[in-house]
């Protein structure tokens, strides 16, 4: 079983920068495909930034030359740095595994953290 957890949001204004962190914990072989959502109140959970498991990264279009993120193979530590921060960031940020190699034999795990909330006041 793997368990991914948030950390590292809160309220900051707007300009500003926050860096989250999510720590994969439990039975992991390689983090692969993993990344970040987000989902404002009342829209859909959407991409923020991730790598695929082909180890490239996709980010939206409306985080691009913002966000940035990265990863710790070893830790397990998957990190988003948020720059420029505008009230339209603000949302529940969520990290998720999409999959987690688990094994050598390449079973996967395909999952959520509890997500973190982040606030830019204007």
């Known amino acids: 079983q793997v368990q991914l957890v948030e950390s590292g949001g809160g309220l900051v204004q707007a300009g500003g920068s926050l860096t989250l962190s999510c720590t994969a914990s439990?039975?992991?072989?390689?983090?692969?495909?993993i990344g970040w959502y987000r989902q404002a109140p009342g829209k859909q959970r959407e991409l923020v930034a991730n790598?695929?498991?082909?180890?490239?990264?996709n980010y939206a279009d409306s985080v691009k030359g913002r966000f940035t993120v990265s990863r710790d193979n070893v830790k397990n530590i998957v990190t988003l740095q948020m720059n420029s921060l505008k009230p339209e960031d603000t949302a529940v940020y969520y990290c998720?595994?999409?999959?987690?190699?688990?094994?050598?034999?390449?079973?996967?795990?395909?999952?959520w953290g509890p997500g973190t909330q982040v606030d830019v006041s204007s």
């Open positions: 439990g039975s992991i072989f390689s983090l692969n495909a």
């Open positions: 998720h595994g999409d999959p987690i190699v688990i094994d050598a034999y390449g079973s996967t795990w395909t999952g």
């Open positions: 790598f695929t498991g082909g180890g490239t990264t």
